[in-house]
């Protein structure tokens, strides 16, 4: 009987990891796409993630993320129609992605969680209308770029409705905590709900409109997202003018560096009834057991589990200097920055 | 435990057999709203309202009995200031269309397509014979244009949205710059996503 069941549950298993495609993360073709990004040699970028689609590198469980890059790497190569197409795509494909698989959800309990189909962070779903917008831009589209802007201030509303609540629900239940409980969960911390950068753009949108109420409001909600979240804006505003009386406003824009990744953290879990504990200890080979945090709640049996959480882990950026040209000609610049 | 294994199993089935493309051919009148966004059928209710009231109004009458001649009429832009990407020509053309088969209304060429027949004239003037060759300065001046815009207003929780639509279209005479008719024409929709699916 033993043995049939093992059996049966091999045969699952096999069935499962057939049926769901890829459970490994997969990432080194992305060295050479971002090796061409580095060197500046963008349609090659875009041809590497072409290459790397047409090769299945990309399941179609990561099909965000295919537009993604793609919509990002044609943009960059300067091919916006196409950009935008794909941008499109990638939000398209957020939107039905919203809607969450119970029975992939039961597979990844059995397997892992690429099993999952990838729907998109907050924030790069909102980036998608974010490029779409600079693309507008320089196809000269004011009305579809500020059709791209509204869509990302829906999108920020969502996110402002959507943890504003958390994390005052969050706050509140930390203050109201006797127990001194050691993990961290303020929401503010971990959730982003304002971008300083949607907002930058949206005041201009609105400026060049001449509808500076508005203009106003995005200027100030751009103040709120680096007075709000240090964690993610970790210098100083910067002197930003949407308005003057006697000059025109020249606004650059220049992406620059590498973005962070996310990457797997992987943690063990361990409950002790004696100590009445719940502990969370790191399992990587610098930090092996120490603790991560820990809650001192009631337990009735022991357990011992690893169990993996994302984390975002920044990438080195070595930016010698960003050089401003109009017409050939160099009219400015920004010294080295790391 | 069984049982479990067996549900599992009908689970991973389900999602390993996918469905293969179907493709139906249907009225251009049918409704059908699959992403929730602005489509034809929006486009097709604010064109018929908007040519409806357009016709019924005094502007028309007001203006034979004034001029003893037919309004002459061009389309300038329809801004869209929506959230969606919206091609407002699907309703312009059709309001064009409906304006001067009611025999009530002439239109001229709009903007865009003045800038191109002109190029097509001056063309003419190099290379068409002279008895063929069209006269420049010689095209009718439109009496009136219309302008217009699409607005959107969306409210959003998790899982649920509504949005609202605002076509507003104006008849404006060239010459005094009054406003002789405005159109409005209102649309909202609550569109709901569902948060699991099997």
Redesign the interface.
């Known amino acids: 009987m033993g043995t049939k069941w093992a059996a049966t549950f091999l045969l699952l298993y096999l069935f499962l990891f057939f049926a769901c495609g890829s459970v490994a993360t997969k990432k080194a073709f992305y060295d050479p796409i971002t090796a061409e990004l580095q060197d500046n040699n963008f349609d090659a970028a875009v041809q590497k993630i072409e290459n790397a689609k047409a090769d299945n590198k990309y399941a179609k469980k990561d099909r965000f993320l295919y537009y993604v890059d793609a919509g990002l790497a044609y943009h960059y190569a300067s091919h916006f129609d196409v950009s935008n197409q794909k941008l499109t795509q990638a939000e398209d494909a957020a939107d039905e992605l919203f809607t969450k698989s119970i029975s992939r959800a039961a597979a990844s309990l059995m397997l892992n969680d690429n099993v999952l189909e990838y729907a998109g962070e907050d924030y790069e779903i909102l980036y998608t209308n974010l490029i779409k917008t600079l693309n507008y831009i320089a196809k000269g589209d004011f009305d579809d770029a500020f059709v791209e802007i509204r869509r990302a201030n829906e999108k920020l509303n969502l996110l402002e409705h959507k943890y504003g609540e958390v994390s005052q629900r969050f706050d509140k239940g930390s203050l109201d905590d006797t127990v001194k409980v050691d993990i961290n969960y303020r929401a503010k911390k971990i959730r982003f709900n304002n971008d300083a950068f949607a907002r930058y753009l949206s005041m201009h949108m609105y400026s060049t409109e001449g509808k500076m109420d508005d203009a106003r409001i995005d200027y100030d909600l751009l103040r709120s997202a680096f007075l709000e979240q240090p964690h993610i804006y970790d210098f100083d505003v910067p002197d930003i003018k949407y308005f003057s009386e006697d000059k025109e406003i020249l606004s650059v824009v220049a992406f620059a560096g590498l973005a962070p990744v996310k990457e797997a953290l992987n943690l063990r879990l361990r409950t002790d009834k004696d100590l009445d504990l719940v502990q969370v200890l790191y399992t990587d080979p610098e930090r092996k057991d120490s603790e991560y945090g820990h809650l001192p709640i009631s337990v009735s049996e022991d357990f011992y589990f690893k169990f993996s959480i994302p984390q975002i882990v920044s990438r080195p950026s070595y930016i010698s200097r960003i050089r401003v040209f109009v017409d050939s000609e160099l009219i400015g610049g920004f010294g080295a920055y790391r | 435990m069984k049982k479990a294994?067996v549900v599992?199993?009908v689970?991973?089935?389900?999602?390993?057999c996918g469905s293969s493309r179907k493709v139906y051919r249907i009225e251009p009148e049918t409704v059908t709203d699959l992403?929730g966004r602005w489509n034809d059928t929006d486009a097709r209710l604010v064109a018929e309202e908007m040519i409806a009231d357009c016709l019924s109004r005094v502007w028309i009458t007001d203006y034979v009995a004034g001029a003893g001649e037919k309004p002459v009429v061009t389309v300038g832009t329809i801004?869209?200031?929506?959230?969606?990407?919206i091609d407002t020509e699907t309703f312009t053309s059709d309001f064009e269309r409906e304006l001067i088969n009611s025999g009530q209304v002439k239109f001229v060429a709009s903007r865009i397509q003045r800038d191109e027949i002109r190029d097509e004239r001056f063309d003419q003037q190099e290379w068409a014979s002279p008895e063929t060759m069209k006269r420049i300065r010689a095209e009718t001046g439109a009496d009136f244009i219309l302008l217009g815009a699409i607005k959107?207003i969306?409210d959003?929780?998790?899982?649920t949205k509504v949005v609202y639509y605002q076509t507003d279209l104006e008849m404006i005479d060239i010459e005094s710059m009054e406003k002789v008719w405005i159109g409005t024409k209102k649309i909202k929709k609550e569109i709901s996503?569902?948060?699991?699916?099997?």
């Not at chain 2, 689970?11 to 390993?16: P, Q, T």
């Not at chain 2, 959003?156 to 899982?159: A, H, L, T, Y």
């Open positions: 294994f599992l199993l689970l991973c089935l389900s999602m390993a992403s801004r869209n200031k929506s959230s969606e990407h959107s969306t959003e929780i998790e899982g996503k569902k948060k699991t699916k099997w």
